[in-house]
């Protein structure tokens, strides 16, 4: 089975690596459909765990979940131009049910802007109806050509949240709003820096007005888009004629805006901490927490070190900790540190009969470090060991990105850049499509994000790095997934 | 608005008033494709409610979830002769993906047996991988002609459980397990009383060996069926290859179950309790559980009754009580009520001037009775009442079930409830499928399930109610939705 398969180093081929992290640490395994993954329990632990922070911060900020049909008449994807011209070429369509060809063929959603609008124009009425702030957790299917766990599935997890808006600045005001919560999710949970900023024209979302993402660097310097949130103006109000009236009586088209992050968030998070020893994952994310592997040889030993060892697994349980006894006979102790090790277990404490004699236990930290504590001092040390590695983390994520992030980049710099080692490169942008384009067709990188204004450089760039003409913006050019 | 229109009475459309009732409380709504719903808010709420509570039932137990495609290919559902029988007239099918015809359709799960035990075959190689205790929280798709919310939509969503174990008696130990779970959950959490069984030959899951059931009956005294728990024996091991090596070193097939409940349970919480003024909802289901209606005349008034209205309300959200407090403007405290007894809030508080001065509130419940609490004893009255409506829903929904059960029934008796008021009608049954089709042509009841030795009636019936025949067991009849 995959534990008994080496890891290819991540210098050697990052694409393998990142592929038998997988499967060692039994995150996910491929389907017999095309492009289609299987989320298995520890990977799907993580996400449970994702889903159940954002919820969460989603809630508090005055968002309900909802839930919206999985097919959307083909006719509807119609309706917003840039939007079908967008997702087309990536539907799957149903044409048969129970046994007849459909009249209309019914896509399955690639998102759901169109189905849900369609109904905010059956419930928004008045002013008194807004802001309305819905979200969704759902399955999306988009047609990719070439998959890769997470990254890019046929079928992949997310949500998406959708709100209506009586004027432009509150749909504005919650974009932004949103990709603060991403942010903050992205940094305090996964422990993943990002850069957030706005998405170029050629970037943007099919039919939004304007999209804002974060962007996070991995360890093979390329950039991941994680998440984004769009400001969709009047473009689906007006194509779904969703109208509210005003205090005043007037009739007015309200102002949307959609945003989602998905099962994608697990492929980053895997990309921004594991070694070439497998899983490494930030404990506020991490399904186990805290293994404990028992030592013994004779059956006396077993029997003292077990009672201790059950004693400590029901203690840190009762204190909230994700903890797991290993107690399988027939296993050495180092088949098991390797194992929890793979699967990414941030602590794992070991308890000998000489533990047990003095009263301790040894903690080893997956991220590195071990050292005995007293066992009364177990429970009450660990949400400071748990705060301590979450933040090594992500200081060690956070230094990996500025080293790999170059400033002020002359065009030869970024050419030898994204020739060369990749990362992320800030320069002065003219604003220009053409020099999107060549870029793109002479590096492979792309525009990742305008960044925002706590990323931008002191002083502004001055110049295009491309063509040399006045930049009118600062620009974060990466290789991207 | 729906908020405007009057509900019928139950006694003069119950079907209609069904429906009224789903739209008063904004709980779901129809959508432009054909047979499939939109879950609102607040119906949405009582199905994350649910979810919570079967997944921490199903977590004590063993249980991990995980997430397997939405897409089966054609040719795995024919793996299984009796499984592509049952549900092939009911699937919707992929022909296109990505602008191109497809060489092999892809079936949208109808339910997921044939790819996860494909896996399983992949994941499953020695004892010491079972057992293998597996859910997922997924959306279906099943093409019905005719749909209903909540009870019968061409999506919808649920839990599907999905084990394998080694012998045939664990299997069967599982399935019962979780059917008791599913009745623990539905007299607990729901307020609603079901009786377990087994389904007949003809009833049962197509694949399976034996399916147990929990059946409700409704306010219309037709039955609902609830929750299945079904015990696949070795019948997809075999058409998947899923097998094992014995700790002797033999290669032997896996037993599987599978289990599942869905949003069907939001209907039948539905129609247990609700009455002609709306949704009536158990408190441990409520999305919000207490309402907190200010009411007050002059600007001074206001501000002294707002601030105790305050008080109380972060009061209860800090003791876990789902509490709203409905501070609208322009809306009078009886139209407040009428909207949130139409939603189904199980407690109103309500809270004037007078109040204030005595240092209390009026503590109206949805399901009947009002009086005034001390402000200083709310919150710790709280779990009291919301025990106390909780047990008194059970209470009045086991006394309907009683009052429309009829044991030992004859021939005729059968043919009378059937054709007149329904319910549960307990009879004698000589096991004949020849019966059992006769019943059904006769008075469009069917074997619901033959009942657990809990539900039996003392002395067990001695003849078949159709044939006369000797009895083999003991069956429960119904007309069902």
């Known amino acids: 089975m995959s534990q008994e398969r080496g890891i290819t180093p991540r210098a050697e081929n990052f694409s393998e690596w990142y592929n038998d992290v997988i499967m060692r640490a039994e995150l996910a395994d491929y389907s017999p459909v095309r492009g289609c993954m299987v989320i298995r329990p520890r990977g799907y632990g993580i996400w449970e765990l994702m ?7 989603f809630k508090e900020t005055g968002h309900e979940n909802a ?4 097919f959307i008449p083909q006719s509807f994807l119609a309706k917003e131009a840039q939007h079908v011209e967008g997702f087309s070429p990536e539907t799957a369509v149903v044409t048969q049910g129970g046994g007849k060809e459909l009249e209309e063929p019914l896509v399955v959603r690639p998102t759901s802007e169109t189905i849900i609008y369609s109904l905010y124009a059956k419930w928004i009425q008045s002013y008194r109806d807004l802001p309305l702030l819905l979200n969704q957790w759902a399955n999306i299917v988009r047609w990719e050509m070439r998959t890769r766990l997470f ?29 603060g919560i991403y942010r903050r999710f992205m940094e305090e949970w996964m422990a993943m820096p990002v850069i957030t900023g706005l998405k170029t024209e050629s970037e943007k979302f099919a039919g939004a007005v304007r999209t804002y993402a974060c962007e996070a660097l991995m360890q093979d310097n390329r950039a991941l888009q994680a998440g984004t949130s769009h400001h969709l103006g009047q473009n689906f109000a007006k194509a779904f004629e969703v109208q509210y009236q005003t205090a005043e009586g007037e009739l007015e088209h309200v102002w949307n805006t959609s945003w989602g992050v998905s099962t994608r968030l697990v492929g980053g998070l895997i990309m921004s901490h594991s070694d070439d020893t497998g899983l490494v994952c930030p404990p506020r994310l991490a399904p186990t927490q805290v293994v404990i592997v028992p030592i013994w040889k004779s059956d006396e030993q077993r029997s003292s070190v077990m009672g201790v060892a059950g004693q400590i697994e029901r203690e840190l349980r009762a204190s909230g900790v994700r903890v797991r006894l290993d107690a399988r006979d027939g296993l050495k102790p180092g088949a098991k540190y390797y194992e929890w090790e793979g699967k990414g277990v941030p602590v794992r404490m070991e308890i000998g009969p000489r533990d047990v004699a003095d009263q301790q236990a040894m903690v080893a930290r997956r991220s590195g470090g071990k050292a005995p504590v007293k066992l009364a001092d177990l429970v009450s040390a660990m949400p400071r060991v748990f ?3 979450q933040s090594a983390l992500f200081a060690a994520a956070t230094e990996r ?16 850049l994204m020739e060369g080692p990749g990362g992320f490169a800030f320069g002065g942008y003219c604003g220009g499509e053409r020099c999107e384009i060549e870029v793109k067709d002479r590096t492979k990188a792309t525009v990742r994000v305008l960044p925002d204004p706590e990323f931008r450089s002191e002083p502004a760039p001055a110049a295009c790095v491309w063509c040399g003409e006045p930049a009118v913006t600062e620009a974060v050019w990466a290789k991207a997934y």
Do not use: C
Not at 67 to 70: A, D, G, N, R
Not at 155 to 166: I, K, P, S, V
């Open 401 to 416: 990105q500025e080293e790999n992030t170059v400033r002020s980049v002359t065009k030869q710099q970024l050419i030898d």
């Open 51 to 57: 889903q159940r922070a954002l919820d969460e911060m």
């Open 67 to 70: 839930y919206f049909p999985l």
């Open 151 to 179: 990254l890019r599935t046929t079928e992949f997890l997310w949500q998406e949240g959708h709100t209506a808006h009586a004027t432009d600045r509150e749909a504005e005001e919650e974009t932004r709003l949103i990709l």
């Open 387 to 389: 705060a301590e590695i």
